[in-house]
């Protein structure tokens, strides 16, 4: 049987005493579900202008941007959200952010 434990939560409040937190036991995974069609601007990558130096790889926060023997290889655009953080890191204009078609 489940007891309800309220407890009012103060600066003196302890871990101990705050309700114990739930547990998933299967959450899923993000690569079920392409997230990328809520976007409303994309990046767009220039190749020849591109050092690899994959700095537009370590901001994104959605994983999507692929790289292969250490090389950017393009987006993967059925996740990318279209954030823009990748074109903001980018220094040597490879990335520019479009209105997504």
Same mark, same amino acid.
């Given at each position: 049987?489940?007891?309800?434990?309220?407890?009012?939560?103060?600066?003196?409040?302890?871990?101990?005493?705050?309700?114990?937190?739930?547990?998933?036991?299967?959450?899923?995974?993000?690569?079920?579900?392409?997230?990328?069609?809520?976007?409303?601007?994309?990046?767009v990558?220039?190749? &020849?202008? $591109? #050092?690899? !130096?994959?700095? /537009?790889?370590?901001? +994104?926060?959605?994983?999507?941007?692929?790289?292969?023997?250490?090389?950017?290889?393009?987006f993967?655009? &059925?996740? $990318? #959200?279209? !954030?823009?953080? /990748?074109?903001?890191? +980018?220094?040597?204009?490879?990335?520019?952010?479009?209105?997504?078609?």
């Open positions: 049987m489940n007891k309800e434990r309220k407890v009012n939560i103060t600066n003196e409040t302890t871990w101990r005493e705050t309700t114990p937190g739930g547990v998933i036991l299967d959450a899923g995974n993000a690569e079920d579900f392409k997230t990328g069609d809520w976007r409303a601007m994309r990046p990558w220039y190749e &020849d202008k $591109c #050092k690899h !130096c994959l700095l /537009c790889w370590v901001v +994104c926060p959605d994983n999507s941007i692929k790289v292969e023997n250490g090389k950017l290889a393009g993967d655009y &059925d996740h $990318c #959200k279209g !954030c823009g953080v /990748c074109t903001k890191q +980018c220094k040597f204009g490879a990335l520019d952010f479009v209105p997504e078609e």
